[in-house]
């Protein structure tokens, strides 16, 4: 299934991708909104960056027995790395506000929570990784990013317009650009002893930047 094959196509209802496809191209569901439940079969290997990204009423994803690449569990998205775990996208709709990362999960992956509806999200000590883009757009209020974080992809928290409060643990060194671009409520912000370097605009057009009331 090709890059953009169906984007934006507010008429699909279901999906039904047959055993005979590998590969599902970035983009290829992308806003489709009607979308409720998305099922992969065992024969998919490579799911592109936001192949579903962006699905208003998409509650959840069901992975066949015997896929090697990915599986799923209460509706989210995992895939299966060679050295860990991957969050690779999480249902826009899906019930409740708080979400815990399992224990095993290493990587939060590209755009995989971004536009969700989650106000909360607790992090295992397992995650090492937020990579780019991961909650672009979310209703998150508050982030405690764990010490076991190394890694904070460029604009991982792009557009969150309800994020309040930012901790960022002692595994960080350095935050990333725009990595908290447009984030228009960020007023309090505890960065962790170990960054060294804060790249430009990593907090541009945070409303009350000014306010900041708590930097370590």
């Given amino acids: 299934i090709g890059n953009s094959a169906f984007r934006g196509n ?5 999906v039904a991708i047959p055993n005979s496809i590998t590969t599902i191209g970035s983009l290829a569901f992308f806003s489709c909104d009607n979308i409720t439940s998305i099922s992969i079969p065992s024969s998919v290997t490579s799911i592109s960056t936001n192949a579903f990204g962006w699905i208003e009423n998409l509650t959840e994803y069901v992975v066949a027995s015997g896929n090697t690449s990915y599986f799923s569990e209460d509706g989210v998205l995992f895939e299966q790395l060679v050295d860990g775990i991957s969050i690779s996208a999480f249902p826009s709709a899906k019930s409740g506000d708080s979400y815990t990362v399992p224990a095993g999960v ?8 971004s536009g969700s509806n989650l106000s909360n999200i607790n992090f295992s000590d397992s995650v090492t990784t937020i990579v780019g883009g991961a909650f672009q757009g979310c209703s998150l209020t508050s982030v405690t990013i764990p010490d076991s974080v190394t890694t904070i992809g460029h604009m991982a928290f792009y557009g969150s317009p309800y994020l309040t409060t930012v901790v960022i643990g002692d595994g960080v060194t350095t935050i990333k650009s ?33 306010e900041v009331t708590d930097i370590t």
């Fill in 10 to 14: 507010d008429r699909i209802t279901a």
């Fill in 106 to 113: 290493t990587v939060i992956g590209v755009g995989s929570f």
């Fill in 178 to 210: 725009h990595t908290f671009l447009d984030c228009d409520n960020l007023r309090n912000i505890t960065i962790g002893n170990n960054v060294e370097t804060i790249e430009y605009s990593a907090f541009a057009g945070s409303g009350y930047t000014a």
